[in-house]
Every structure is written in structure tokens, then in C-alpha cells.
Antibody
Framework: QVQLQESGPGLVKPSQTLSLTCTVS??????????WSWIRQHPGKGLEWIGY???????YYNPSLKSRVTISVDTSKNQFSLKLSSVTAADTAVYYC??????????WGQGTLVTVSS | EIVLTQSPGTLSLSPGERATLSCRAS???????LAWYQQKPGQAPRLLIY???SRATGIPDRFSGSGSGTDFTLTISRLEPEDFAVYYC??????????FGQGTKVEIK
């Protein structure tokens, strides 16, 4: 059973870059057939897709965040990462990583709360 | 972008009752590429249904999905205490722009 675990700072200052890593266990990112995604949830709100990556490195980003988002993959570490630049308080959210099968999120990490505050 | 509208916003029911949740798309969802998730407080969402009607691994058969085109339904035949949660639909037919609905909360009456 594949498992995903998010890691990274829980507090980021405004205008800085939010950086999170998702470590995958129980399966290889390089095996193909899956996308690897980042999704966030503002406090008390619904789900927002940030973007996703294939093991080859091809990416898709939500147009509303595209100018600030970079998702990358490190197959040697079985990890993929999220960078969100120029953050504001509006980026405070729980960030989830997930394994995507054909478009639906089959497996999720537990999520990590990132607060943007000085 | 396909916009998904879920209704009702909140559903107040008693254990043992039947729950019917709606997800309506602003345009047709190709190949019934629609999924449903359950989220409990403090937890990550859990996949329930994919392909509009296929149950994910380990999901009880009291959960069922139906629909096509622009109208989809998640039905919980008999609510168990652990089913009170928020439910989200998500379309993945409009690649690469996958979108979520805003959620329906099923609460204890």
C-alpha cells in the first residue's frame, strides 16, 4: 500500500517561498502510470488543485497559481516537491500531496498546515 | 474550466436514513470521469467512488455513485455514525484542468 508524507516548514513569512516535499513509500514514483499532485485546503474551505507532475517531469499547474508554482520530482529519493513563491496570508492552508490514477486522487498524505505570517 | 456545484450545502439526517448528494457540472463530464471523496475533521479526504460509479478499494457497498453528462449522485443507503462527514465531487474528464465541487456536509439531525 503506497503511503505519502508531506514535510516542510509550518510557518512562512509573507513574500517568501513556501517549500514542501512529499515522500512516497510502498511504491516507486518512477514506475509510471500515475501523476503526483499537490492540493490545498484553506481553513474551513473546500479543496483546490495546485498542480501535478509525472515522473518524467511533465507538469500541469492551476492557472490561478501558475505564475508562482513549481512542482518538481526527484526519482532517486522517491520524492516530489512544491514551491510557491511570494506567499501572502491567503496561502495559509493545509497542503496535501496525493497519487493520481487517471485523474482521481487514490492515495493522500495526511496533510500539513502552512501558516503565512510575520 | 468545468464548474461543479454540489447540493445541498448541508444535509441533516439521522443514522439509518438514506442520503442523496448531488453534483452538477457546468458542462458535460466526458466518459463519466467523476470521483467522490469523504473528509472527516482533521483528516485527509478519502476516495470513495471513481468513474462515477466504481467503488474504491475497501469502500462499503452502502456507498454508490450514479449519473452521467452533467448530473451525478452519491447515495449512502443507510447512514452509519461514521458516515457523517463532508463529501466532495471532482471531475477529471476535462484534462488537464481537474476541478472539485465545494462540498456537502452530512450532519447528524
Amino acid at each position: 500500500q503506497v503511503q505519502l508524507q508531506e514535510s516542510g516548514p509550518g510557518l512562512v513569512k509573507p513574500s517568501q517561498t513556501l517549500s514542501l516535499t512529499c515522500t512516497v513509500s510502498g511504491g516507486s514514483i518512477s514506475s509510471g502510470g500515475y501523476y503526483w499532485s499537490w492540493i490545498r485546503q484553506h481553513p474551513g474551505k473546500g479543496l483546490e488543485w495546485i498542480g501535478y507532475i509525472y515522473y518524467s517531469g511533465s507538469t500541469y499547474y492551476n492557472p490561478s497559481l501558475k505564475s508562482r508554482v513549481t512542482i518538481s520530482v526527484d526519482t532517486s529519493k522517491n520524492q516530489f516537491s512544491l514551491k510557491l513563491s511570494s506567499v501572502t496570508a491567503a496561502d495559509t492552508a493545509v497542503y496535501y500531496c496525493a497519487r493520481v490514477v487517471g485523474g482521481y486522487n487514490e492515495n493522500w498524505g495526511q496533510g500539513t498546515l502552512v501558516t503565512v505570517s510575520s | 474550466e468545468i464548474v461543479l456545484t454540489q447540493s445541498p450545502g448541508t444535509l441533516s439526517l439521522s443514522p439509518g436514513e438514506r442520503a442523496t448528494l448531488s453534483c452538477r457540472a457546468s458542462q458535460s463530464v466526458s466518459s463519466s470521469y467523476l470521483a467522490w471523496y469523504q473528509q472527516k475533521p482533521g483528516q485527509a479526504p478519502r476516495l470513495l467512488i471513481y468513474g462515477a460509479s466504481s467503488r474504491a478499494t475497501g469502500i462499503p457497498d452502502r456507498f454508490s455513485g450514479s449519473g452521467s453528462g452533467t448530473d451525478f449522485t452519491l447515495t449512502i443507503s443507510r447512514l452509519e455514525p461514521e458516515d457523517f462527514a463532508v463529501y466532495y465531487c471532482q471531475q477529471y474528464g476535462s484534462s488537464p484542468r481537474w476541478t472539485f465541487g465545494q462540498g456537502t456536509k452530512v450532519e447528524i439531525k
